[in-house]
C-alpha cells in the first residue's frame, strides 16, 4: 500500500479526524459513568459510519475557502472546549453533532452538507438527549410502572397490593421511583428505533409509527417485569441481588433483552424476506 499517497487524499484526512472525534467523545460518556447512553452513542457513530461507507461512491468532496474555514473553527473550538472541560456532560451530548456539522463543511461546503442529514439527525438526537429526558421525567412514569409491576406479579401468584407508587408485599414494599420507571430505557430504544428507520427506510407511515410506538412498548414492558423481580427479591430479604438488578450489571442484562426483543421484532415484521412463492405453472415431478 503506497501511504504517501493515500496522504495526499483529503478523504483519509478526514476519516481520521472523524475517527479522532469518535475517540475523544466517547471517552467523556466513559467519565459519566453511564453504560447505557455509552452503548448507544457507540451504536449511534457505528450507524453514522456504515451509513457514509454505503454512500462513499456517491459524496461530493468539493468545498470552498469560508466553509471550510467555518468547519475547521467549528472543529477547533471543540479541541479548545475539551481540552479546559474534559469532564463537561454537555460537551459530550453536543460534540458529534457540532464536530458532523463542521466535517460536513469541510469536506462538502455548504451546498454538499444535506449529504450527510441522516448524520446529522443522528447526532441532533444524541445533542437534544437531555431534553427528552427531563420530558419524559415530567410525565412521571412512576404510577403507570408500578400499576404494570403490580399486574406482572400478580399474574405470576405473587401477593401483592398497589399504593400509589409503592408495590406492597407481605414482608416488604417497593417505591417505584422516576429513575426506576424505565425513562432511560425507553429513550434508548427510541435511539435505536430511529436508526432502524434512517438505516432500513420503510415505505409506509403506518411502519414507521408501529416500529417507534413498538420501541416505547417494548422499553415498558421489560422494565416492569424487572420491577416485579425487584419487588420479589426485597420481599425474600435478598439484598444483594436486589442491588444487582436495581443499580449493578443486572440493570443492563434488561436493558440488553428489550434491545433483542425490539432487533426480533423489526427483522420479523419488515426485514425478513417473504419466502418464495412456487410458480403456478410449473408441474410437479412424479
Known sequence: MDWSKNLQEPKFWLLAIAAAVAAVHLTLLSRIDNSDIFATSLLFWLAAGSLIWDNR???????????????????????????????SASSAWVLPFIATFGLGLLASGFKGLRQYWKQLLIFGLLAIYPALKLTLQAIDLSELTAMAGAFNLSYLGFPVQRQGVFLVMPASRVEV?????????????????????LMFPLKHHWQKALVVLSAVVIAFVVNSFRVALMAILNNGGDKNAFDYWHEGQGSLIFSAIAVFIFGLLCWLAFLRSPAQKPDSGAEENA
Request: proline fraction near 4%.
Open 57 to 87: 461512491e456517491t459524496l461530493k468532496l468539493e468545498s470552498k475557502l469560508i466553509p471550510s474555514l467555518v468547519g475547521l473553527l467549528l472543529l477547533g473550538l471543540i479541541l479548545l472546549r475539551v481540552t479546559f472541560s474534559p469532564d
Open 177 to 197: 421511583y422516576g429513575a426506576c420507571s424505565g425513562i432511560q430505557s425507553i429513550l434508548q430504544l427510541l435511539c435505536i428505533s430511529v436508526l432502524f428507520l
